[in-house]
């Protein structure tokens, strides 16, 4: 949490919105390393909704 203070200025703030777009970059950082087309999103309660609100934004 501390090492990524600076991702978020109120960490009491932080939406699905804003997990979103992070998870995206994982996914682009994910395929480029490995050359995957298809990367599984998996979520248990928080997890699964940002896995959801993550692909509903999809851009690839």
């Not at 298809?38 to 997890?47: R, Y």
């Amino acid at each position: 949490m501390f090492a990524s203070a600076a991702a978020s200025p109120d960490p009491n703030a932080v939406t699905m919105d804003d997990y979103a777009p992070d998870t995206q970059t994982w996914i682009a950082a994910v395929r480029q390393r490995t050359g995957a087309r298809c990367v599984w999103l998996l979520g248990h309660s928080e997890g699964g909704l940002v896995a959801l609100a993550a692909a509903a934004r999809r851009s690839w």
